[in-house]
């Protein structure tokens, strides 16, 4: 952490000098261009072209040389790290369509300046990825979001490091998945077939078979049926858990955090022992796969003092009441239900209580960037159902260590803040940044495609590699 706001001072530093570097040369020439003018000499003639306008017209109003070096600027840091995405003008039916935004004549996106189009509350939030990566790349093209941008939008595909498609996935499923009468399928099921005719049609899909395209379906159960056509793109998930290895896995795709429903904790002042819970879990249970264990811990832990255990989702609970009860807990389990993961991790990363995670496939978000064993306590599920085990092992942590990840929670919660717009390091960001980190990936793939593009005219493997594709998985 101290690492990088000295490197980043560091570039502070550096931004000044270089704007008092510009802003003499500019007097400078505007000096030498007086000179030569009074001397009167009658073949200097002054032809304004379109830049020398725009620079005299800024100067005449003050601010010439901060807009005239802020575009050097801006194009250093393009050329140094910024992720350059085409977003496909996909219809509205696919996106802000799915809000109940109308859009106005032909216009495919809303006027995001002047009104956004909130997105449904409750536990629809927690998949709401899509929404804020969407609005961040339609914000990337005005001016004013300049700084510490990690994407930017591109209009020509063929300069764009990937390709984005900005379906909303999880909101089509949570909304139109359900078969109204007389209905034979699903608008959801209806929508993701369009998509997969669309992308299919699309240069830049055939192009390179979809390898380089970024595709959301951070609900588990989205894109369930176009998921076994688009495999080749990048899926953007909460877990692998329904999906085959062949279909999603953890070296092409990505793992984004759940928006947590929990209120974060701010100006948290408590300590060890004011905190009187020691192990907090409220969830459902689940009758099948990992739910088995939730209720084995329970019949483990329901006669430990100070361990709270109540089944029952938040929502019915009420967001404030499980808010009170994270925040006045040590530690927080996440234990496996019907997914390897769950919006709970985050809940309790927001509320400070050092999570203790029970949950053997359990993926997370940017875990190439950090290391969660600073802050969260990770228990094999063959050893918490032994008899005492977890409860040892909760115990035996100081009020030292639990401080230390205490701190650490404070440290490392932006990472996981959805905003709209994005600021440094938030979720959003920090997405882009995990994405950015598999072009090279990518790239490689593509040109290890096109290595027989003269003796054959087939360019990508329409098969999935080995396993097989199971028609409907779980
Ligand atoms: C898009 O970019 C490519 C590669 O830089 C360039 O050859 C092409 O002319 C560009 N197309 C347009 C329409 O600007
Ligand atoms: C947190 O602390 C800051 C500064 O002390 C204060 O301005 C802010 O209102 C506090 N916020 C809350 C939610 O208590
Ligand atoms: C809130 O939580 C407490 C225990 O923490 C419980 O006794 C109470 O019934 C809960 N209230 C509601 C509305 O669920
Ligand atoms: C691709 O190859 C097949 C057979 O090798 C041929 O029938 C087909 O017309 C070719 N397609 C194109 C677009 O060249």
Not at 91 to 108: A, I, Q, R, T, Y
Not at 240 to 264: C, E, L, T
């Amino acid at each position: 952490m101290a690492d990088r706001s000295s490197s980043s001072m560091g570039f502070y530093c550096w931004n000044s000098l270089f704007y008092w570097l510009c802003l003499t040369s500019i007097l400078f020439l505007l000096s030498s261009f007086f000179v030569l003018r009074s001397t009167g000499r009658p073949q200097f003639v002054f032809r304004p072209s379109s830049d020398a306008n725009i620079v005299s017209d800024n100067i005449n109003s003050g601010g010439g040389a901060a807009v005239f070096c802020e575009k050097f600027i801006a194009e250093r840091g393009v050329s140094k790290q910024v992720l350059k995405v085409f977003m496909y003008d996909l219809p509205p039916e696919f996106h802000f369509g799915l809000l109940d935004w109308k859009p106005e004549g032909s216009n495919v996106w809303p006027d995001i300046r002047t009104k956004v189009p909130n997105y449904p509350g409750g536990l629809n939030l927690q998949h709401s990825i899509e929404y804020w990566l969407t609005l961040d790349i339609l914000f990337s093209e005005y001016s004013g979001s300049s700084n510490s941008r990690v994407a930017v939008r591109v209009r020509n595909s063929s300069e764009a490091d990937v390709i984005f498609v900005p379906f909303f996935s999880s909101l089509s499923y949570n909304r139109f998945s359900r078969l109204r009468k007389q209905e034979r399928s699903s608008l959801d099921k209806l929508t993701q077939d369009k998509l997969v005719q669309y992308l299919e049609a699309q240069e830049e899909w055939k192009r390179s078979g979809g390898v380089d395209h970024i595709i959301m379906a951070h609900h588990p159960n989205s894109l369930l049926y176009a998921r076994n056509q688009l495999w080749p793109a990048m899926y953007i998930l909460s877990d692998f858990g329904r999906y085959p290895p062949n279909i999603a896995n953890v070296q092409k795709d990505i793992i984004a955090p759940y928006r947590h429903v929990i209120k974060s904790y701010v100006n948290d002042t408590s300590t060890y022992n004011s905190r009187p819970i020691l192990l907090f879990f409220q969830g459902a249970i689940y009758r099948k796969d990992g739910g088995v264990i939730r209720q084995e811990l329970f019949y483990l832990l329901k006669d430990e003092r100070d361990v709270h255990f109540t089944f029952g989702s938040i929502q019915r609970g009420g967001v404030n009441n499980a808010t009170q009860g994270m925040h006045s807990s040590k530690f927080c389990l996440n234990i496996a239900g019907d997914t390897p993961s769950s919006n709970r991790l985050f809940d309790a990363i927001a509320s400070h209580c050092v999570p203790v995670i029970i949950s053997d496939e359990i993926e997370l978000p940017y875990e190439d960037i950090i290391d969660y064993s600073e802050f969260c306590i990770f228990v094999r599920t063959s050893d918490a159902t032994k008899e005492k085990f977890l409860m040892n092992l909760i115990r035996g942590i100081s009020k030292e260590e639990w401080t230390r990840m205490w701190r650490k929670l404070q440290e490392v919660e932006n990472y996981f803040e959805f905003r709209y717009p994005s600021r440094d390091d938030d979720a959003v960001q920090m997405i882009w940044k995990s994405i950015a980190h598999k072009v090279p990936a990518v790239k490689l793939k593509l040109n290890r495609n096109r290595r027989y593009v003269r003796t054959s005219n087939v360019s990508v493997d329409r098969e999935p590699p080995a396993f097989m594709v199971p028609h409907s998985f779980w």
